[in-house]
Every structure is written in C-alpha cells, then in structure tokens.
C-alpha cells in the first residue's frame, strides 16, 4: 500500500516523486495505464523513479495522502475525478503556477478532509513525457488552505517534507505565498514565452518597465483582495528569482515551444479579471495576456 500518491506527472509532480521516494512509497497516477518508466536526470546521473503507477480507475483502496501538481486550468477536472477516492481523512495538496479558486475546491472536500497549497520554486524540465531534467534546488512552502489542515500540518510537513526538501518552510500565511509566488510568475513566465529566452535574460533594462508595471497592478490587486504586498520587496523577489534560474527556461517557455496550452489565464488573466472586479483596468496584465493568448493559438 502506498503511502503517498501524487496526480500529475509533469516537471514538478515528477520532481516530488523523486524527493520523496527515497523514503516513503510513491505511487504516480498517470491518466492512462502505462509500464512505461520515469526518468530523473541530474547533471551526468540518469536514474530511473522508483516509484509505483496506477489510474484511477485501477485504484483499489482509498487515497490518504495525495499531491495533485496539475496546471491550474486541469485542477477542477482532476479534483473532481480524485474526490470519490479519497479517505474520509484525506490530506490533499495542490500545487501549481497562478490563482486557483480554493473555496471552490473546499467545496468539493467533505470537513473532515485537509486542504493544503505548497509552492515551490524548484527548476524542472521535461525534455520528453516520462523524464524530468533537475535544474536546480529553490525554496518550498508549505500551508494550509482549511480548517482541517491547521489542525494537522505539522504532522504532514514532519512526515513528508521537513527532512527531504532543502530550503523549506511551513508558513501560517499561505494566500501571501500565493501571491508573492504569482508576482514572480507575473515578472518572469509571460515575457520569457513571448521572447523564447531564458529567465535571466529579463535582467536588462529594456524589460525593466513592463515588469515594474506589471508588478505594480499585481500589488494593486493583491491589497483589493486583501494581501498587503510591498512593490518594491515583490520587485526583489523576482529579479532574485530570475537570477537564481537564469539559465532555466519558464515553464510558460517551454508551453509556448511545445505547442502545449499555457497557464496564463491564471497568471496575467487572474489579475486583469480580477482588477475589473474593483473597477481598475490592469492594462500591462491585459495586454500580456492577450498577446501570449496570441502565440498560444497560432
Ligand atoms: O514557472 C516557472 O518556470 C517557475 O515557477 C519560475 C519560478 C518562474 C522559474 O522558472
């Protein structure tokens, strides 16, 4: 019996897998059966993921513990289709780039199942479907989304994660990590995708602009919603990001090459529906979002 399940095997599901399977048993649901192996590349070592694989249709118990690391706009359909495999305990935790609705996602759990949200900055790239390329550490955090997980996240964060990630942190404020997380996904993903470069080259002068603008609508909509954030802080944050992975190609990157959808809707989207809500216009947001919806359809 596994002890740990994680649904969605892209960069950071397949990252995951591996941190966690050198101590606890993984099983990856994939959505159609497969004996095909995952693969972990890290510099010269190539090493295969121990890790089990089931659908959820072969499931034969119930879920106890599960990651769900799916892109934003998959996440209604995935928690929907995991939700009646869950144990009246369940622990549940999402993790993906941009804005979800996690009242929505409450709703779908019954009370006695625990919600939470870990973002992590860890780099990851998927060269082909089953092998993931390690692109360097980056801080993980972990909160909670209810009134269940309160309860228990200290247990969770002991058993799963304290020990295996490297820099990591439990945090009593998971909304302001979301948001300091968007702002970063806000500054770097969109314009590394237009421009197909990597994360530090938006460290010149000719992008500092935009990304000031974009940043400063963010902060904007983040305090209407109720999250104080500091521009100038949010500013440091993703200019240190960019340099931390300047060599890392954003996810949002490596969407628009791979012809796959992208998360933008949940990134610039989220914050230009969002502004209208307060009757404030986020044009840098808007147009961003209009022109990566662009090179995503052609
Ligand atoms: O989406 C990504 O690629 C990452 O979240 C980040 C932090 C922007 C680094 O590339």
């Known amino acids: 019996m596994s002890d740990i399940y994680i649904l969605g095997c892209g960069a950071v599901g397949l990252l995951l897998a591996e941190k966690l399977s050198h101590h606890h048993s993984v099983t990856l649901i994939t959505r159609t059966a497969s004996k095909q192996a995952?693969?972990?590349?890290?510099?010269?070592?190539?090493?295969?993921?121990?890790?089990?694989?089931t659908t959820l249709e072969d499931l034969s118990g119930k879920i106890h513990t599960c990651i769900v690391p799916v892109k934003a706009y998959q996440l209604v359909s995935a928690m929907e289709a995991l939700s009646p495999h869950l144990s009246h305990d369940a622990n549940v935790i999402l993790s993906h780039n941009g804005m979800s609705d996690l009242n929505h996602f409450n709703s779908i759990l019954q009370p006695t199942q625990a919600l939470y949200f870990l973002s992590t900055s860890?780099?990851?790239?998927?060269?082909?479907?089953?092998?993931?390329?390690?692109?360097?550490?980056?801080?993980?955090?972990?909160?909670?989304?209810?009134?269940?997980?309160?309860?228990?996240?200290?247990?969770?964060?002991?058993?799963?994660?304290?020990?295996?990630?490297?820099?990591?942190?439990?945090?009593?404020?998971?909304?302001?990590?979301?948001?300091?997380?968007?702002?970063?996904?806000?500054?770097?993903?969109?314009?590394?995708a237009l421009m197909q470069c990597p994360n530090g080259a938006l460290q010149t002068p000719a992008y500092a602009t935009?990304?000031?603008?974009?940043?400063?609508?963010?902060?904007?909509?983040?305090?209407?919603?109720?999250?104080?954030?500091?521009?100038?802080?949010?500013?440091?944050?993703?200019?240190?990001?960019?340099?931390?992975?300047?060599?890392?190609?954003?996810?949002?990157?490596?969407?628009?090459?791979?012809?796959?959808?992208?998360?933008?809707?949940?990134?610039?989207?989220?914050?230009?529906?969002?502004?209208?809500?307060?009757?404030?216009?986020?044009?840098?947001?808007?147009?961003?979002?209009?022109?990566?919806?662009?090179?995503?359809?052609a």
């Open 210 to 297: 935009q990304v000031l603008k974009l940043l400063n609508e963010a902060c904007f909509v983040a305090q209407c919603e109720g999250v104080k954030l500091q521009l100038a802080t949010e500013l440091a944050r993703a200019y240190k990001v960019m340099a931390l992975t300047q060599h890392n190609t954003s996810s949002m990157a490596q969407d628009i090459k791979l012809k796959r959808r992208t998360e933008i809707d949940a990134i610039c989207g989220y914050i230009a529906t969002t502004a209208k809500k307060y009757g404030y216009q986020a044009t840098e947001n808007e147009t961003l979002w209009q022109q990566v919806k662009i090179k995503e359809q």
């Open 122 to 192: 860890m780099g990851g790239m998927k060269p082909d479907n089953n092998t993931v390329i390690f692109k360097g550490p980056g801080l993980t955090q972990l909160g909670a989304c209810n009134a269940q997980a309160k309860n228990q996240i200290t247990e969770l964060y002991d058993r799963y994660f304290m020990q295996y990630f490297e820099p990591i942190e439990l945090t009593n404020d998971i909304a302001e990590v979301r948001w300091q997380k968007l702002c970063v996904n806000i500054a770097i993903n969109p314009l590394t």
């Open 38 to 53: 995952f693969f972990f590349i890290d510099g010269k070592q190539r090493r295969q993921l121990n890790v089990k694989m």
